[in-house]
Structures are given as structure tokens and as C-alpha cells.
């Protein structure tokens, strides 16, 4: 903390302005290598002070402290809440793990309070939690952390945003996961957030990263040159593109010079879709997913395609198909095991071959009807690793 | 005892990878806190993932004593995530060390960063790192902090963290281009960050 009025001591009563908490500090002092108690903070000091609050709400980083018996406290103007911008979701790669996957995050949380999460459930991979990161790095790093501080083997959904949906009684509601959508049959349309992003660059550069600019469905806003060789470039962005693979693209068409910058800008009103995976017709819920309708259909195939060398060949033929409501977009086929049932005919008429291979087509067909995909888990997670 | 008058507010801030930890390091070396060679690098990254990333997570706050002068210097994180941190250690500070690497020049972050030191209110102090580094352009560097923020040229600190060259005439010049904090408000009254 920071102190901006009088001296502080340790044996004064206090209070947090806005949760209202009241206290008496254990200790205070300062930050050396190490913390240093110290009986009172001056004007103007950094210091640490130690609260006894067993409730994390209670001390929220941007309050205010004062005595406690201030009645009319003067805030000290605060500063940018972090805003978690990037949503993936987590699970346990062994669906046992779900406890102590919860246990890690109600712990790993208490140090790090910009994270977010909620439990969600998935066909494919069971319970788990949707989380929300301050962007791609912070995203990597609490993974990182999860997996050595506590243990854990993660499967993790790729990064999306957050979209607001627009009801035709023009009610909005923000929706973090793209299968929340099912939830309402009124939707007039679909909004996303976008960002205004500056890019530094050597001058060389510029082609490919305007075009690069322009392909992620970017508007520019303003070119200028720092000096003879650096541009410098301001465009509007949606988030949704700047989370998938812009920043891994402008560092390799850029041979890392390009750096880049971001600030968060409202939601605008885009042309989104739902991009729904299908395998034997049925969704697989956790690949669903928001995106523009421009790039739906490449996305798609590449999906299905990918997919489709996943999936272990059954006994009977299995469609993986993409979606955008009910029209399929892309479709690859999975074909099936089939055993050689001609292979004891020696001879004769055509007649007898074509009754064995009908007749095994009449097995497949009926199978089909009443089987059910069994798709190992390790298909979907390499899908999601690619 | 500790005087007001003697006491300085700093954060240091910059792009990723400028060498603001580095920075920290010789900072803290040179109050005579830890001596050299005897600290693993990054004093103030207290966690395993920063350092073996070589990145800053978490805005980390220090107090330094020079002889009668004491420094709270913070470090911060250089990232775009990470912005959030810095903004809430400009507002504990008065003053900021733009740190610019002399081989990159002004980058991304370190347009966000200034821009919101300024609007912090903040002194700024141009810091030209790397200097040591046979790709350093000096001559450049200066002419994009001049478009930047307006400093002239002989106000430009030029150092490397790494060597400590510099660092000495930046720290004894500190005190005098940063104003010891002011009490801002009357009867109690801090803001947690």
C-alpha cells in the first residue's frame, strides 16, 4: 500500500472504505528482501500492513484505508481492474482428477486474483471449469503453474473471448462459452468485443503485416513513422482474432521486430457464427465454438479433417462433420473395418461374392443404426493440442 | 528516522525484455542490500516460472537505503497481460524510469507504459539500457525517446544493467529529477495496491 495522508501506527484502528472492514493491524512495515515490521508508515511510504482478515473479499487490491472512525472518506482515485480477456476451458485429464482440480484452483486463486473460473461440463471430456486469463501469456503461465504446483495433467480447450448475445426484446447477456448459445432460441444477433492494437515494426514489414492486418479483419485508424526506418500502426482489431494465432503469425512474418500492443474496446456488433463439430451426428459440445462467418468454412475443414485422422477406424462407417446451424459445411468420413468375407470362395457365379458383401452391408447398416461412437479421450486431446 | 524529503517513490518501466529486473538487481546491489555474485538473478521475481522465463509477473516493491536517502523501488512486468500491474504501481509511485534498449529502441509497451505514467502524473526519467551491446544504435534510441517524450538529448541517462556502467550517475542524479512524495490527503488515508 501507499500511504497518501498522515502518518499511519500500528496500534490505530483502521477500516477498508469499500468493503467496510474494520481492523486493528497485526503488523506493518516494510519491504525489504524480506518484510520489516515497523511501528508506524509516514507520508508518502510503500509499505505492507497485515489485517487478520480471514475473508479475501475483505481486502480488495484498489481500496481505500483509513481510520476508523472517518466518516467521510476521501478515495484515492483507483486504477484499471484487470479484465479477464481470454476464456479456455479446463480438465482433468484423468475425470477422477475433478476434486483435486477444484481444490487447486479455490488455492492457486488466493494469489492470483485476476483469474476467474466456473465448473462446466462437457460430453467429451466430463467436468471441468471455464476459466478466464488477462490474455495468451497469463493463460499459458496459470497452466503452467496448475500442472507443477499441484500435480496435475490438463486438457485445455483453445482460447476464445467473450461475446454478448442480443435477444429480440433487446435484452443482452454476455456469454463466456460458446455452448451457453443453446440456452436461447431469440437471438437477433451476435456481438464481439474488439481491441484497438499498436503495432511497432521496421518499415520493411509493412506489406506483410498489413495484409496480415486486413485477413484477421482489421480496420486501420493511423499509420505514422517514428522515425526513418519504425512504423507504427494503430488498427481496430476483434479480440476474437488477436487470441488465435495473431501474435505467433506477426512475430514470424516479422522475424520477431514486430511488437505489439493492446487495449480492450467495447463490443460492436459482428457477423458470427457457431461452428459445431459432429461426430456420427452428434455435437461434441467443447469444440463448438464463435467465429466469423467469413472463416467458417475453412476452419471447418481443416477441423474435421484433423479430427478425422483422430479417431481410431470402427465397425462401421462414422461421418465427423462441421456445422453453422443445421447445414453441414464440411464433412469426412472415418470407413469402416471390414473383414474380407469373400475370401473363401474359390469360384462360381459373381451372384454368390455379391450375397456375402450385401449381406455384410446389411450388418454395417444395422450397427450403425444402434451403435455408439466410442471415442477414446486421447483423440480429442491430441485434436485440441494441434 | 525517516524524513519525507529523503524519501523517492520509483517504479521502473519498459518493454519486454528492456532489463528493467536487471536494472532492479544493480539497484539493489549498490544500496549495499545484497552483494554482487552473491544473489541468483531477478532478486525480486520470486517465483520459479518468472525466473526460469526471465519475466516479471508480479509488480514486486523494495525499499532501498542510500545513506540518508530511501528509495521504495518497484519493479514491474514488461508483458501486455501483465499492464494491470503496472498501472497499479504507478500509482503508488511519483516518479518512473523509462527504460529503452538501446539495440531495440522504443517499442510497443514502451508507448503504453509512458503514456500511462504521464497520465499518472508521474516524472518520467529516460534510461537508455544495453548501451554495452555492440548492436546498440544510441544515436537512434535518443532520437525516438526525443519523439516520444521530449527529452533532449543530454537528458538521456545511457547505462547497462548488466555491467552496472552508468547505473552510479543515474542513481546520484535520481533524487534531484524525482520530487519526494507530497501528502496528498489530510488524517489517515492509503490506498492498497
Known amino acids: 500500500m501507499r500511504v497518501f495522508g498522515d502518518e499511519i501506527k500500528s496500534n490505530q484502528k483502521l477500516k477498508l472504505v469499500n468493503s467496510n472492514y474494520s481492523f486493528e493491524p497485526s503488523e506493518m512495515g516494510y519491504f525489504d528482501l524480506d518484510f520489516v515490521p515497523s511501528n508506524n508508515l509516514k507520508t508518502g511510504e510503500v509499505g505492507y500492513i497485515i489485517t487478520g482478515a480471514k475473508e479475501l473479499s475483505q481486502i480488495r487490491v484498489g481500496d481505500t484505508l483509513v481510520s476508523e472512525e472517518d466518516e467521510s472518506p476521501v478515495i484515492v482515485s483507483g486504477y484499471k481492474e484487470p479484465q479477464p480477456t481470454v476464456f479456455s476451458s479446463i480438465f482433468p485429464s484423468d475425470s477422477d482428477d475433478y476434486t483435486k482440480l477444484r481444490d487447486s484452483l479455490d488455492k492457486y486463486v488466493l494469489n492470483d486474483a485476476s483469474f476467474y473460473y466456473e465448473p462446466e461440463t462437457s460430453s467429451a471430456f466430463g467436468f471441468g471449469f471455464r476459466c478466464g486469463f488477462l490474455g495468451l501469456l497469463h493463460l499459458e503461465i496459470v497452466i503452467e503453474r496448475l500442472e507443477r504446483e499441484f500435480d496435475?495433467?490438463?486438457?485445455?480447450?483453445?482460447?476464445?473471448?467473450?461475446?454478448?448475445?442480443?435477444?429480440?426484446?433487446?435484452?443482452?447477456?454476455?456469454?463466456?462459452?460458446?455452448?451457453?448459445?443453446?440456452?436461447?432460441?431469440?437471438?437477433?444477433?451476435?456481438?464481439?468485443?474488439?481491441?484497438?492494437?499498436?503495432?511497432?515494426?521496421?518499415?520493411?514489414?509493412?506489406?506483410?503485416?498489413?495484409?496480415?492486418?486486413?485477413?484477421?479483419?482489421?480496420?486501420?485508424?493511423?499509420?505514422?513513422?517514428?522515425?526513418?526506418?519504425?512504423?507504427?500502426?494503430?488498427?481496430?482489431?476483434?479480440?476474437?482474432?488477436?487470441?488465435?494465432?495473431?501474435?505467433?503469425?506477426?512475430?514470424?512474418?516479422?522475424?520477431g521486430f514486430a511488437s505489439l500492443d493492446y487495449e480492450i474496446l467495447d463490443f460492436e456488433k459482428g457477423n458470427l457464427v457457431k461452428l459445431d463439430i459432429l461426430v456420427n451426428g452428434q455435437i461434441i459440445d467443447s469444440f463448438s465454438s464463435i467465429l466469423a462467418k467469413e472463416n467458417a468454412e475453412f476452419v471447418g475443414r481443416n477441423r474435421v479433417k484433423k479430427l478425422s485422422e483422430l479417431i481410431p477406424r470402427q465397425q462401421f462407417d462414422i461421418p465427423i462433420q462441421a456445422a453453422v446451424g443445421s447445414r453441414i459445411i464440411a464433412r469426412e468420413t472415418i470407413k469402416a473395418l471390414r473383414k474380407d468375407v469373400t475370401a473363401k470362395l474359390y469360384g462360381g457365379d459373381v451372384t454368390r461374392k455379391r450375397k456375402l458383401l450385401e449381406k455384410q452391408k446389411e450388418g454395417k447398416k444395422k450397427m450403425r443404426q444402434i451403435g455408439k461412437v466410442n471415442v477414446p479421450k486421447e483423440a480429442f486431446r491430441d485434436f485440441l493440442k494441434q | 528516522?525517516?524524513?519525507?524529503?529523503?524519501?523517492?517513490?520509483?517504479?521502473?518501466?519498459?518493454?519486454?525484455?528492456?532489463?528493467?529486473?536487471?536494472?532492479?538487481?544493480?539497484?539493489?546491489?549498490?544500496?549495499?542490500?545484497?552483494?554482487?555474485?552473491?544473489?541468483?538473478?531477478?532478486?525480486?521475481?520470486?517465483?520459479?516460472?518468472?525466473?526460469?522465463?526471465?519475466?516479471?509477473?508480479?509488480?514486486?516493491?523494495?525499499?532501498?537505503?542510500?545513506?540518508?536517502?530511501?528509495?521504495?523501488?518497484?519493479?514491474?512486468?514488461?508483458?501486455?497481460?501483465?499492464?494491470?500491474?503496472?498501472?497499479?504501481?504507478?500509482?503508488?509511485?511519483?516518479?518512473?524510469?523509462?527504460?529503452?534498449?538501446?539495440?531495440?529502441?522504443?517499442?510497443?509497451?514502451?508507448?503504453?507504459?509512458?503514456?500511462?505514467?504521464?497520465?499518472?502524473?508521474?516524472?518520467?526519467?529516460?534510461?537508455l539500457n544495453k548501451i554495452d551491446s555492440i548492436d546498440a544504435d544510441i544515436e537512434n534510441a535518443k532520437k525516438q525517446i526525443f519523439n516520444l517524450i521530449g527529452s533532449k538529448e543530454n537528458e538521456i541517462f545511457q547505462i547497462s544493467a548488466k555491467t552496472g556502467e552508468g547505473v552510479e550517475d543515474l542513481l546520484v542524479e535520481l533524487p534531484h529529477l524525482i520530487s519526494p512524495p507530497e501528502k496528498k490527503i489530510d488524517g489517515v488515508n492509503a490506498l492498497i495496491f
Not at chain 2, 73 to 98: M, Q
Request: glycine share 4%; aromatic share 6%.
Open chain 1, 152 to 255: 496435475l495433467s490438463l486438457i485445455v480447450t483453445p482460447p476464445s473471448v467473450e461475446f454478448k448475445i442480443v435477444r429480440n426484446n433487446d435484452t443482452e447477456i454476455i456469454i463466456r462459452n460458446p455452448s451457453e448459445i443453446e440456452k436461447y432460441t431469440d437471438i437477433k444477433h451476435l456481438m464481439e468485443k474488439y481491441c484497438e492494437v499498436n503495432l511497432l515494426f521496421p518499415k520493411e514489414y509493412l506489406g506483410s503485416i498489413m495484409q496480415l492486418l486486413s485477413e484477421k479483419r482489421g480496420t486501420q485508424e493511423d499509420l505514422n513513422y517514428l522515425s526513418t526506418s519504425m512504423v507504427k500502426v494503430r488498427y481496430k482489431l476483434p479480440l476474437l482474432e488477436l487470441v488465435s494465432g495473431f501474435y505467433d503469425t506477426l512475430k514470424s512474418i516479422s522475424q
Open chain 2, 1 to 127: 528516522m525517516l524524513h519525507n524529503k529523503n524519501l523517492r517513490n520509483i517504479s521502473i518501466i519498459a518493454h519486454v525484455d528492456h532489463g528493467k529486473s536487471t536494472l532492479a538487481d544493480r539497484l539493489i546491489e549498490m544500496s549495499g542490500l545484497i552483494k554482487p555474485g552473491e544473489h541468483v538473478d531477478q532478486i525480486l521475481d520470486s517465483m520459479d516460472l518468472e525466473r526460469e522465463k526471465g519475466i516479471t509477473i508480479k509488480s514486486q516493491p523494495i525499499r532501498l537505503q542510500f545513506e540518508d536517502l530511501t528509495i521504495n523501488l518497484i519493479d514491474t512486468p514488461g508483458h501486455v497481460d501483465f499492464s494491470y500491474e503496472v498501472s497499479r504501481a504507478l500509482i503508488a509511485c511519483d516518479g518512473a524510469i523509462l527504460l529503452v534498449d538501446a539495440t531495440q529502441g522504443i517499442q510497443a509497451q514502451t508507448f503504453a507504459h509512458s503514456y500511462a505514467a504521464i497520465e499518472a502524473g508521474l516524472e518520467i526519467i529516460p534510461v
